[in-house]
Nanobody
Framework: QVQLLQSGGGSVQAGGSLRLSCAPSGAPSRTYCIAWFRQTPGTEREGVAGMGNEGRSNYADSVKGRFTISRDNANGTLYLQMHSLKPDDTAMYYC???????????????????WGQGTQVTVSS
């Protein structure tokens, strides 16, 4: 069975940077539709960044210009590089993957077949 093993996260001051990692286990070596979501207490999970199988990336307006999604094609590891972090970025972050997409959907969670267990990001002012 496919697993997504997350690492990274932690506490940083506003304006700082973090990089989240998501390493697949048990998946065939190929490209996937990938995305990062985040969730705060009392809210639905929201997509923040995604990349289709062919490398097309898209971002939520709230993180555009500050976050970058990337994929290491050698080992399949998924990354979310976050710069200029704000207190509003505080959330539990989840990586997600699906078999194929042209553009990774950020408005629905049911498009994805595999999920990481989440990692907390806390940004203090």
């Amino acid at each position: 069975q496919v697993q997504l093993l997350q690492s990274g996260g932690g506490s940083v001051q506003a304006g700082g940077s973090l990089r989240l990692s998501c390493a697949p286990s048990g998946a065939p070596s190929r490209t996937y539709c990938i995305a990062w979501f985040r969730q705060t207490p009392g809210t639905e999970r929201e997509g923040v960044a995604g990349m289709g199988n062919e490398g097309r990336s898209n971002y939520a307006d709230s993180v555009k210009g500050r976050f970058t999604i990337s994929r290491d094609n050698a080992n399949g590891t998924l990354y979310l590089q976050m710069h200029s972090l704000k207190p509003d970025d505080t959330a539990m972050y989840y990586c997600a993957a699906a078999g194929w997409c042209r553009d990774a959907p950020l408005t629905r969670t049911d498009a994805y077949d595999w999920w990481g267990q989440g990692t907390q990001v806390t940004v203090s002012s």
